[in-house]
């Protein structure tokens, strides 16, 4: 089992920056990928970025050239942030991270975000 909790959401004004931090714990050594996703109020769960043990990352086009997804996979635990830049009203939502072990999908409780001025 893997256990994920994140931290680092708040309120934040329109061009503003937050980090968002997530720890991995349990069985880590079989994470071979994270990832972060975001579910807006109204609206479905959406992938924002992923990143995995080798460096590949991928973003959502909303998110490209704002955001950023570094990890640290030799740690324990495990941690993978997302750096948010130039953030929008249209980003306010509750972040969630994310990993698949042995096919097996495990998720964090969330932290929320709001850009509001």
């Known amino acids: 089992q893997v256990q994920l909790v994140e931290s680092g959401g708040g309120l934040v004004q329109p061009g503003g920056s937050l980090r968002l931090s997530c720890a991995a714990s349990g069985n880590i050594f079989s994470i071979n990928a994270m990832a972060w996703y975001r579910q807006p109020p109204g609206k479905e769960r959406e992938l924002v970025a992923s990143i995995t043990r080798g460096g590949m990352t991928t973003y959502a086009n909303s998110v490209k050239g704002r955001f950023t997804i570094p990890a640290v996979f030799a740690a324990n635990p495990v941690l993978v942030y997302l750096q948010t830049n130039s953030l929008k009203p249209e980003d306010t939502a509750v972040y969630y991270c994310?990993?698949?072990?042995?096919?097996?999908?495990?998720w964090g409780r969330g932290t929320q975000v709001t850009v509001s001025s």
């Open positions: 994310t990993t698949e072990v042995l096919g097996l999908a495990y």
